[in-house]
């Protein structure tokens, strides 16, 4: 019979909430971790382990717990940044900093793996392989932290690695996640239409950039409609539109700005060109023409089936019943955890922090956002549990 981490977790409860709180209160942006990565080192180093810190130039540090086992290393990773939003929560340990706020819940993943290290320590010698914390900066821009973690040699060794992130609209008590592409792969586009401004009175001496424009977003609505399969699924958004300066004139051109997101690297690339045939053949029928810019974001993220259903495995030994456990949908997000598992099979999960009854009811990256704590118990044990039984 395993330990019951959970209990043992729960016993943390106090710490678990403090540094959660701490860090809540004490919010940096994506690649000014310093103090977070400070904290976090002095917290690993009261533990007995010995931080590698700064990676690749970064705030990103590792820690490995039980470095003498023998077999290739079980990663666990949390990120550490916060959101350019001003707090709205009112909660007394809100953010200190104005504008800068922990709207995603990467506090929470600080703090749950903080757990996690206490409890790998304590279970040290069950441990059947090395463990490596992996404690990521600047998840929330990209191009992302996880690249800079790998380059500075969080994955070396790592033969398997697992991640959480705290959900929203997941009630507090519930696992979700799913095999296979999980989460979304990234692109934004920029496109600049270019006329021949003018006279609003004379448009026959013109061409107008703003028609063009219109034209281009209703034609880019086909993409998805017409040049996609039935079993493909893609998302087109166009999110910006600017130009004009006055009602009597016609600019010489317009800007368009927006997202795609995909969850096959076929229908990513497919997506992307039509996006730049579309504008560029809409602009010149006319008389316009476009300048297209496509953007890479974060790659598709894809869930390991095994490291998922040992992820679920895990929960259970938590005592997790079934009904706890849900297979989500594909999510339209995009997630830098998806670099790790491009070069190891993983699991990224999502673990619910949901509770209306406690006014945690508010999506990720909103003023208002917070989260059920009782969630940290259950985040360290499930870490703890996933690298134990490695
Ligand atoms: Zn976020
Ligand atoms: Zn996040």
Redesign the pocket.
Known sequence: MPPNLLNEAQELGPALQAWRRRLHAHPELSGQEAETARFVAAELKKLGLSPVERLNGTHGLLADIGADRPGAVVALRADMDA?PIHEETGLEYASRSPGVMHA?GHDAHVAMLLGAAQLLKRHERELKRPVRLLFQPHE?KYPGGAPDMIAGGGLRNVERIFGIHICSTLPVGQLGARAGAFMAAVNTFSIRVIGRGGHAAMPDECIDPVVAAAHIIAALQTIVSRSLALTDAAVVSVTQLAGGSADNVIPNEVTLGGTIRTFDPRVRELTGRRVQEIAQGVAHSLGASAEVKIHPGYPVLVNDAEMTRRAFDAARALGFGDERLIEMRPIGGGEDFAYYLEKTPGAFVFLGAKNDAKQCRYP??HPRFDIDEDALAMGAALHARFALDA
């Open positions: 959101l995603c929330e990720h990256h």
